[in-house]
């Protein structure tokens, strides 16, 4: 979710009122993508290197987020959303890890789309902690090092249970993956758009999707697979 900074400086305005105007297309996207029967939406809201903002701006973000978990469960709630948190949770402030935990707990039986916030998140730590953890498994003597493959290593990462995401949207017109998910894309088809995120709304989820069903996925091989077949395989 990228461009709230430049969507905010183009109006003259603080680059506060970016990510204000950006947590309504995090509603926007998160109705829409359950409209759409869209199993799986990840929001990276917050990445691990976001810490060295300035203090102003990360205590900004924080409170946002605090008040976006406790003015959405509802909404959330009635419309089925479990919603689930990724990323080094630790480091959140006491308030919004205590509202995050309310909001994932009040929410986990719900069924018709998961949410995931990823937040103080980074791919490279997240395959070091997945490391960590298979490392500790083999000293134990509880996992034979010819036993791991790709499903060891999915398992043990923070989307461990999630399937890969068939579409990764990036706003802004910035053309990285900046620490997202980095093990999980290997086959993710990726889609830019010049689209700020605050302006980012059901319209631009629909261009990104038709444009994700022209693709041909091949996953390596020479067969083509629509997307929509996939869809269901995952
Ligand atoms: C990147 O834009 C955006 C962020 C670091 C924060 C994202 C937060 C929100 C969309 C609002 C709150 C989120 C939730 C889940 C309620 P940027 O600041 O890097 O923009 P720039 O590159 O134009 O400066």
């Known amino acids: 979710m990228d461009g709230n900074g430049r969507w905010a400086h183009g109006r003259g305005l603080a680059r ?35 810490w060295a903002r300035p203090g ?13 978990l406790v003015t959405e ?9 479990r919603v689930i948190a ?6 959140l402030p006491a308030q919004v890890r205590r509202a995050l935990e309310q909001t994932v707990e009040m929410t986990a039986g719900n069924h018709t789309m998961t949410a ?3 937040l103080s ?3 490279r730590q997240d395959v070091v902690t997945a490391t960590r953890r298979i490392a500790q498994a083999v000293a134990e003597g ?34 990285r993956i900046s620490n997202f998910f980095l093990y999980q894309l290997a086959y993710t088809e990726l889609y830019f758009t010049d689209t700020l995120w605050p302006d980012f709304r059901e319209r631009d989820l629909l261009r990104a999707i038709a444009a994700y069903q022209t693709r041909e996925r091949r996953f390596g091989t020479v067969e083509t697979a629509s997307p929509h077949r996939l869809r269901a395989a995952n």
């Open 86 to 91: 990724l990323g080094d949770l630790e480091r």
């Open 142 to 175: 509880k996992l034979d090092p010819a036993q791991i493959d790709e499903q060891t290593v999915a398992r043990e990462l923070a989307t461990g249970g999630m399937p890969d995401p068939d579409l990764l949207i990036r706003t802004s017109g910035e053309l």
């Open 116 to 118: 995931a916030l990823a």
């Open 56 to 68: 102003t701006e990360v205590r900004f973000l924080m409170s946002l987020l605090h008040r976006y």
């Open 16 to 50: 506060s009122e970016g990510h204000r105007r950006g947590k309504d297309s995090v509603r926007a996207v998160v109705e829409a993508a359950r409209e759409l029967g869209i199993p799986y939406l990840t929001l990276f809201a917050f990445s691990s290197e976001n």
């Open 121 to 123: 998140y980074g791919g």
């Open 73 to 81: 469960v509802k909404r959330l709630m009635k419309r089925g959303i």
